[in-house]
């Protein structure tokens, strides 16, 4: 009998706007696929895009009423889903190819396992203060003395530390 769940390796980067996740992602993914990873990303964000062109025929198919529209290129393919619901962090996993391990920017409330990326000089507020999915801190500003036991706080610049800690604690989820 088969399996109607596959498991996924998978790990949160969040954080306020500005406050340098997307850097930290770029040179994680870096840091994994040269320890042999292969990893895959799902950036969310709460603005409204686009990736066809009025137009183009991509769009014209999407406008009349497909679901959804591919186009595919000699070198990759994009696959656009129209939905009338958000998606949900497991929709996202199902539809993604399996990998070493996935990164999530994004989903602050959906991701049982995840770094904040906080950097004071933002202004804003951390997260971690009211979010325990949130395990470790990546910053560039350590406290003298930690002010949440249960977590960890690394460099911002550190990446191999911030690698480590992900790759011994990436959740492992059930995708249905």
């Known amino acids: 009998m088969t399996s109607l769940y596959r498991k996924q390796r998978f790990f949160g980067i969040i954080g306020r706007s500005g406050s340098g996740k997307t850097h930290l992602v770029s040179r994680l993914i870096s840091c994994f696929c040269q320890r042999g990873l292969s990893v895959s990303t799902i950036k969310h964000t709460h603005h409204g895009v686009d990736m066809d062109t009025p137009g183009k025929d991509t769009f014209q198919h999407r406008q009349s009423g497909a679901a959804e529209v591919m186009l595919a290129t000699p070198t990759r393919w994009f696959l656009q889903h129209q939905s009338p619901t958000p998606p949900t962090l497991n929709d996202l996993l ?16 959906d991701v049982p396992a995840c770094v904040e990326v906080w950097r004071p000089i933002t202004g804003k507020e951390p997260l971690f203060i009211n979010n325990p999915h949130i395990q470790v801190i990546a910053t560039d500003n350590i406290p003298m003395k930690n002010p949440e036991e249960k977590k960890v706080f690394l460099p911002l610049d550190d990446t191999q530390s911030i690698a480590d800690y992900i790759e011994s604690n990436a959740f492992l989820w059930n995708i249905t």
């Open 94 to 109: 199902k539809a993604m190819q399996p990998v070493d391990l996935i990164l999530v920017e994004g989903f602050h409330a």
